[in-house]
C-alpha cells in the first residue's frame, strides 16, 4: 500500500514538472515568443503598449480583455489555449518559413521576430510591427552584405540562421485544410490576399473565409476545387 502510495506521488510530481515546462507567457516574461503576441493582438485592435518583446501591465490587460471577449479563462495568462486560440505556435527558436523566404509584403509573427532581431543589432530602427516594409528589406540587405550572404533583401534560412533564428522548411510541403492553424496558414493567406482571393484578417486560422479563397483560386488555374491547399495548389501559389 505505501509502495502504492509513493508510486502516485512520483506521477503527480512527475505531471506537475510537465504542466510547469509548458509555454506559459505573464508579467515579466521576455522574448520573441512575447513579441508575437502582442504583434498579434495589437493586429486585432489591442492596445498593447510597445512591441518590445516585454511582457508588461498593458499586455496583460491585453490578453485579459482578449480572453474575456473569446470566452476563454480571463486571467491576463497567456497559456497553451491562449496562443492556440490566436494562431500563435511554440517552437523554440525554429521557425518556418516560406521555400522562397520572406520579403515585402510577408506579415506575421515569424515577421516581428526578425524585425526584433534586426533591431536589437542594430540594422533597424523601427519598432517591431510584424510587416516586412521596406526598411526591413533594407536591413536585411545591410546585414547580408555585413555577414557575406548574397545581398537581395530576402530573409531566407541563411539569414534567420545568421540571426539566430534556426530556419526550417518543414512546413512547405504540408497539406493545409479547414481547421488548419500556424505559420503556414499565414503565409497562405497573406499569398491568397495579394492575388485578390482573401479580404479577410490575417490570423493563421484556416476558416471558411480561407478555405473559400483556396476553392476559388483552384477553380480558377483549372485545378481540383475542394478548398484543400495541398502541393498542387502551395505550388501553383508559388510556395
Same mark, same amino acid.
Given at each position: 500500500?505505501?509502495?502504492?502510495?509513493?508510486?502516485?506521488?512520483?506521477?503527480?510530481?512527475?505531471?506537475?514538472?510537465?504542466?510547469? =515546462?509548458?509555454?506559459?507567457?505573464?508579467?515579466? =516574461?521576455?522574448?520573441?515568443?512575447?513579441? %508575437?503576441?502582442?504583434?498579434?493582438?495589437?493586429?486585432?485592435?489591442?492596445?498593447?503598449?510597445?512591441i518590445d518583446g516585454v511582457y508588461g501591465k498593458l499586455l496583460h490587460a491585453a490578453v485579459w480583455?482578449?480572453?474575456?471577449?473569446?470566452?476563454?479563462?480571463? /486571467?491576463?495568462?497567456?497559456?497553451?489555449?491562449?496562443?492556440?486560440?490566436?494562431?500563435?505556435? +511554440?517552437?523554440? +527558436?525554429?521557425?518556418?518559413?516560406? &521555400?522562397k523566404g520572406l520579403t515585402i509584403g510577408d506579415e506575421g509573427?515569424?515577421?516581428?521576430?526578425?524585425?526584433?532581431?534586426?533591431?536589437?543589432? #542594430? $540594422?533597424? %530602427?523601427? +519598432? &517591431? =510591427? #510584424?510587416?516586412?516594409? $521596406?526598411?526591413t528589406w533594407l536591413a536585411v540587405w545591410t546585414f547580408q552584405r555585413d555577414k557575406s550572404i548574397t545581398a537581395n533583401g530576402v530573409a531566407d534560412s541563411k539569414v534567420l540562421? %545568421?540571426?539566430g533564428l534556426s530556419g526550417s522548411n518543414s512546413e512547405s510541403g504540408d497539406v493545409l485544410s479547414y481547421g488548419s492553424t500556424?505559420? %503556414?496558414?499565414?503565409?497562405?493567406?497573406?499569398?491568397?490576399?495579394?492575388?485578390? $482571393? $482573401?479580404? /479577410?484578417v490575417v490570423d493563421g486560422i484556416y476558416g471558411y473565409q480561407t478555405y473559400l479563397a483556396v476553392f476559388n483560386f483552384q477553380r480558377d488555374q483549372a485545378l481540383r476545387s475542394?478548398?484543400?491547399a495541398g502541393p498542387k495548389t502551395l505550388g501553383r501559389l508559388g510556395l
Open positions: 500500500m505505501k509502495r502504492i502510495v509513493g508510486l502516485a506521488l512520483v506521477l503527480v510530481l512527475l505531471c506537475s514538472v510537465f504542466v510547469a =515546462s509548458a509555454e506559459v507567457l505573464r508579467q515579466g =516574461s521576455k522574448g520573441e515568443l512575447v513579441r %508575437a503576441l502582442q504583434v498579434k493582438l495589437h493586429d486585432l485592435g489591442y492596445d498593447v503598449g510597445k480583455r482578449y480572453q474575456n471577449e473569446v470566452g476563454l479563462k480571463a /486571467d491576463g495568462i497567456a497559456g497553451a489555449q491562449t496562443l492556440t486560440h490566436l494562431g500563435i505556435k +511554440s517552437s523554440g +527558436s525554429t521557425v518556418a518559413v516560406p &521555400p509573427p515569424i515577421v516581428a521576430s526578425l524585425q526584433g532581431k534586426l533591431n536589437d543589432l #542594430g $540594422y533597424l %530602427a523601427n +519598432s &517591431p =510591427s #510584424g510587416s516586412y516594409d $521596406y526598411a540562421s %545568421a540571426l500556424g505559420y %503556414a496558414v499565414m503565409v497562405l493567406q497573406t499569398t491568397l490576399k495579394h492575388k485578390g $482571393y $482573401y479580404a /479577410d475542394d478548398g484543400i
